[in-house]
């Protein structure tokens, strides 16, 4: 049962933007922490963003005023709008419920240079 479906990924030019998409169950939504964490090819997954419940946001330093997490409560998804896209942010992108530790099925984002 996928509890945790991400979309929005695709193929970009580096400086380009994509807005990926998390949609949850509406009680997995309200009681976890959400994040989202991506892994590239022969690298181990990281974390890219989380926010709490309460709307408070987390940033790996590598994203920080590129990538912007945010939640909506009323459609019980988390939203990764990604900015300035470099060829190095090409990774599989993974939503995570942080509490009850679940993972989506990721989407891919791939950027050319």
């Known amino acids: 049962q996928v509890q945790l479906v991400e979309s929005g990924g695709g193929s970009v030019q580096a400086g380009g933007s994509l807005r990926l998409s998390c949609a949850a169950s509406?009680?997995?939504?309200?009681?976890?922490?959400l994040g989202w964490y991506r892994q590239a090819p022969g690298k181990p997954r990281e974390l890219v963003a989380t926010?709490?419940?309460?709307?408070?946001?987390n940033y790996a330093g590598s994203v920080k005023g590129r990538f912007s997490i945010s939640r909506d409560n009323a459609k019980n998804t988390v939203y990764l709008q990604i900015n300035s896209l470099k060829p190095e942010d090409t990774a599989v992108y993974f939503c995570?419920?942080?509490?009850?530790?679940?993972w989506g099925q990721g989407t891919q984002v791939t950027v050319s240079s």
């Open positions: 995570r419920a942080l509490g009850d530790d679940l």
């Open positions: 509406r009680s997995i939504f309200s009681r976890n922490a």
């Open positions: 926010i709490s419940i309460g709307g408070f946001t």
